[in-house]
């Protein structure tokens, strides 16, 4: 019996540490449509403006930069953040 309580362990450690985390990747293209009830949704799986383009065939869709990755890069500042370089002296 305690030999079959040790695999066991053994077993689930060895399955708990082969786990790899999992990666979200984030496209540089997203398209947005409205789809009835649902509202708007957002489809940022999208390597090049083309692939989006395409897809946007029968949804009437468009496609736009992912503004997360934007915001990410700094392209959109953070208002409350002072400027760089301006300091009070007091």
């Known amino acids: 019996m ?4 040790l695999a066991l362990f053994a077993l ?3 399955g708990l540490l082969g786990q790899a985390s999992a990666q979200a990747i ?4 997203c398209m947005t449509y409205v789809q009835g009830w ?3 949704i957002e489809q940022c799986d999208y ?3 083309a692939q989006c383009q395409a897809s946007t065939g029968g949804l009437n869709g468009t496609c736009a930069p ?3 990755l934007a915001q990410r890069r700094g392209a959109y500042p953070d208002e409350a953040a002072p400027a ?3 300091r009070s002296r007091r």
Do not use: E, H, V
């Open 2 to 5: 305690r030999y079959l309580q």
């Open 12 to 14: 689930t450690g060895y």
């Open 26 to 29: 984030d496209y540089p293209y």
């Open 38 to 40: 649902s509202g708007t």
């Open 47 to 49: 390597s090049t403006m």
């Open 66 to 68: 992912n503004w997360r």
């Open 84 to 86: 760089a370089g301006k």
